[in-house]
């Protein structure tokens, strides 16, 4: 298994263009979620989605989109870019346990996002 | 509002210290706790989780955490830290199917 993989490692973008960051897990795992990481911050809850259809915010959700049209992939939109965004993301996956709790998460390797 | 909180930001000690790390929650109600670890240049690792149960946790490469409900606090400890436990450390909570990360805590082992 490559567990949950992410593309690209580094980007660069300038103010207000869009990209996609991509999100993949080969789990079958049903949540999957995105956190940004800043220095002295911890890591902070973007977005997140319990199945195929299904998505919902998380601490942080202005200025991103998701949508997960499959089990496997959860992209993450910046529509217009801003300074704000630069931060690295990480993509996470996990099933639920039997009780319905959140079990373990699988992080991915990261992308390190640089907005001029 | 609700929150993780981790006392310490930047822990620094020498092989064969002890180590307790400190994360306090403010939410009520059932909640599911875990401790994180990042190796410089890695991604996150789970060290241990509670759900139920012993409230004394045991994890990976030694580490323990204790859950002390009245005091809504979920502390890291380990008897013996080693040089290569250096990392960024990071609590976590399950709330209602979100995981809320306290700040974290870089420790710094000197050998």
């Known amino acids: 298994n490559a567990g949950v993989t992410q593309t690209p490692k580094f980007q660069v973008l300038k103010t207000g263009q869009s990209m996609t960051l991509q999100c993949a897990q080969d789990m079958n795992h049903e949540y999957m979620s995105w956190y940004r990481q800043d220095p002295g911050m911890g890591l902070r809850l973007i977005h997140y989605?319990?199945?195929?259809?299904?998505?919902d915010q998380g601490e942080v959700p202005n200025g991103y989109n998701v949508s997960r049209s499959t089990t496997e992939d959860f992209p993450l939109r910046l529509l217009s870019a801003a300074p704000s965004q630069t931060s690295v993301y990480f993509c996470?996956?996990?099933?639920?346990?039997?009780?319905?709790?959140?079990?373990?998460?699988?992080f991915g390797p990261g992308t390190r996002l640089t907005v001029l | 509002a609700q929150s993780v909180s981790q006392h310490n930001h930047h822990v620094i000690l020498s092989e064969a210290a002890s180590l307790e790390l400190g994360c306090n929650y403010s939410y009520g109600g059932t909640v599911n706790l875990f401790w994180y670890v990042q190796y410089p240049g890695q991604h996150l690792q789970l060290l241990l989780k509670y759900f139920s149960g012993d409230p004394l946790v045991k994890g990976i490469k030694g580490f323990e955490a204790e859950f002390i409900k009245s005091k809504f606090s979920f502390n890291l400890r380990k008897p013996s830290v080693q040089w290569s436990d250096t990392a960024e450390y990071f609590c976590a909570v399950n709330v209602r199917g979100k995981l809320i990360f306290g700040q974290g805590t870089e420790l710094s082992v000197k050998p």
């Open positions: 996470a996956s996990s099933r639920p346990t039997s009780g319905g709790h959140l079990n373990e998460q699988f």
């Open positions: 989605s319990v199945g195929a259809g299904i998505t």
